[in-house]
């Protein structure tokens, strides 16, 4: 049973930055994904990003390309979401998931284990 726990959210000021992090145990397959989710108030869960565990690579929400960047430590089983240029519309309960396969995708039900999430609020 994978388990994930979420930290580094908080209160920023627009034009901010944050890094959030993801640390996940259980792993019983070389190859999965995780991805970064958030949900505002009212609104339906949204994919941010992924990064798949194969290669690397990397996946983005078109509304943060740019601007958010995704990454890995391998030897301390995190994932990073680092934030910049935040926007108040970017306010959300942020969530960290994992599914076992090859396939990046931003479709939330494809994920299988989630954190607990972490509340990210941009405001002056």
């Known amino acids: 049973q994978l388990q994930l726990v979420e930290s580094g959210g908080g209160l920023v000021q627009p034009g901010g930055s944050l890094r959030l992090s993801c640390v996940v145990a259980g792993f019983t397959s070389d190859y999965y994904a995780i991805g970064w989710f958030r949900q505002a108030p009212g609104k339906e869960r949204e994919g941010v990003s992924c990064?798949?565990?194969?290669?690397?690579?990397?996946y983005y929400a078109e509304s943060v390309k740019g601007r958010f960047t995704i990454s890995r430590d391998n030897a301390k089983n995190t994932v990073y979401l680092q934030m910049n240029s935040l926007k108040p519309e970017d306010t959300a309960v942020y969530y960290c998931?994992?599914?076992?396969?090859?396939?990046?995708?931003?479709?939330?039900?494809?994920?299988?284990?989630w954190g607990q999430g972490t509340q990210v609020t941009v405001s002056s």
């Open positions: 998931a994992a599914h076992y396969g090859l396939v990046r995708t931003l479709l939330a039900g494809m994920y299988d284990y």
């Open positions: 990064i798949s565990s194969s290669d690397g690579s990397t």
